[in-house]
T-cell receptor, first 113, second 113 residues
Framework: DSGVTQTPKHLITATGQRVTLRCSPRSGDLSVYWYQQSLDQGLQFLIHYYNGEERAKGNILERFSAQQFPDLHSELNLSSLELGDSALYFC????????????FGPGTRLTVL | ELKVEQNPLFLSMQEGKNYTIYCNYSTTSDRLYWYRQDPGKSLESLFVLLSNGAVKQEGRLMASLDTKARLSTLHITAAVHDLSATYFCAVDPYGGGADGLTFGKGTHLIIQP
């Protein structure tokens, strides 16, 4: 158990819908990263928040957005869902963003029908 | 664009044998991470390598980093069945951690009795 929690574990929804994935980092960690894992794209970095502020964007679609709240939990919002958005979504946290181990949560498996 | 290439992508080996997984990357970086993933599970941090020549060992696994060659290796000694998993290397592209990690495609390792 890494100490990072994610809810829900599984999510099944329909195309065109909007969902919100939630992540609570390890106690004391200020950085939260979101990653997407799919069979065809592998593991891809989406976005990074540090202490409430966006630090970097990776291959995140415009239909996706995220935020980090004052209590440091983070939410990833996915809208206008397409079949290709079906994937495992991981969040990871670290104390600081430089050279620190990123600890991964258990993931949310999203299925878009 | 940073590229991280692992080889082999699939490896079947017998218990008791030694083998090495290779991770090549295309940009200068001195921060290299190894993770393990069991089927349907999250990513578990194995090693963080933060400088040229860094070598770390845990049990039957040993990782090393050559930043000049842009190469990291994960060596498995006297493999046991419990080491069966998918192993990912990941690179921090600019050494600052802000941009998230770029992952290789993973090496699917099966260790047979």
């Amino acid at each position: 158990d890494s100490g990072v929690t994610q809810t829900p574990k599984h999510l099944i929804t329909a195309t065109g819908q909007r969902v919100t994935l939630r992540c609570s980092p390890r106690s004391g960690d200020l950085s939260v990263y979101w990653y997407q894992q799919s069979l065809d794209q592998g593991l891809q970095f989406l976005i990074h928040y540090y202490n409430g502020e966006e630090r970097a964007k990776g291959n995140i679609l415009e239909r996706f957005s995220a935020q980090q709240f004052p209590d440091l939990h983070s939410e990833l919002n996915l809208s206008s869902l397409e079949l290709g958005d079906s994937a495992l979504y991981f969040c990871a946290s670290s104390v600081v963003p430089v050279g620190d181990t990123q600890y991964f949560g258990p993931g949310t498996r999203l299925t878009v029908l | 664009e940073l590229k991280v290439e692992q080889n082999p992508l699939f490896l079947s080996m017998q218990e008791g044998k030694n083998y090495t997984i290779y991770c090549n990357y295309s940009t200068t970086s001195d921060r290299l991470y190894w993770y393990r993933q069991d089927p349907g599970k999250s990513l578990e941090s194995l090693f963080v390598l933060l400088s040229n020549g860094a070598v770390k060992q845990e049990g039957r696994l040993m990782a090393s980093l050559d930043t000049k060659a842009r190469l990291s290796t994960l060596h498995i000694t006297a493999a046991v069945h419990d080491l069966s998993a998918t192993y990912f290397c990941a690179v921090d592209p600019y050494g600052g951690g802000a941009d998230g990690l770029t992952f290789g495609k993973g090496t699917h390792l099966i260790i047979q009795p």
